[in-house]
């Protein structure tokens, strides 16, 4: 029987509410499929910073590289700046473990109303692949004359040939396994001349590799409206760290709620572990209410098995999700009703049992 080690680092806010109902869900859909969960607890994030002045031990990432996988639930704290809660544990642990590739899928399931109107679950259907280890979150740059009139900030991001390319080529390789063989690239080379003239070259290139993908670059804000009026017309979608970080909460959004979407920071290679999680933030203003939706989690840890090579329980439970959805009888307050985080991790176990 194969057994997979787990690093679960629930981080902060709802992270503690939701991975723990992912887990129940995880550990029955292990059961199932004659496999076993090994879960490590990290107690890394805000709190942990607050305590020792670090967002993860000084040796956290060496030993993450002693798990198949890392479980992350949600990093944030209003007591710890946002720059240090990311730059100190979420990126690094990203270009650490050459995280790459971000995959987010953005998909209306039906039960879910989209706040687009007349749109149903075949209009939203997306996946992004987004680069995840450079571009313009690489954290080039710095601060000169602080607290002066004169204070100056500079921000570089960073493009390589080897990054665009390899990013480029996993997404084509998405969308070949996709019905509709579409992919749309995220550009802004009409004022962007050099990063991203030179992302539209190599991707074009790399296209050309693809000939059964149609392939079609967007300028990214043209992209965003698109997402919106016309959102049938995109399949999968390949851009940088930041332009995907941005067209994928459009992406949640138009699909009803942030608590659906799901996340995988993914190594391609393998030779170290990729972290799975639902793209929502902490949400403090609900932490601790018992009230946040659990649907992005569980589908995150669903992710999680299908890299490591269950894919028989990914699609478990990620049946046992769309049917608890599409009977609307459970929902928690960002999906329209009263359920609790519980009451939704049940439902969603009860499910898989059936």
Known sequence: MNTYRIAVIAGDGIGKEVIPAGIQVLKIAAEQGGFALDFTELPWGCDYYLQHGRMLDADGVDRLLTFDAVYLGAIGDPRVSDAVSARELILPVRQRLFQYVNLRPMRLMAGIRSPLANRGPADIDMICVRENSEGEYCGMGGRLHAGSPLEMASQTGIFTRQGIERIARYAFKVAQQRPRRLLASATKSNALQHAMVLWDEV?????????????????????????????????????????????????????????????????????TPSMFEPIHGSAPDIAGRGIANPIAAIWAGAMMLDHLGERAAHDSILAAIERVIGEETVKTPDLGGKATTADMATAVTSALRR
């Open 203 to 271: 991707v074009a290139g790399v296209a050309k590799e693809f000939p059964d993908v149609t392939y079609q670059k967007y300028h990214v804000d043209a992209l965003c409206a698109r997402m919106v009026t016309h959102p049938q017309t995109l399949d999968v979608i390949v851009a940088s760290n930041l332009f995907g970080d941005i067209l994928t909460d459009i992406g949640s959004a138009i699909s009803g709620s942030l608590g659906v979407g799901p996340g995988g920071n993914i190594n391609p290679e393998r030779t």
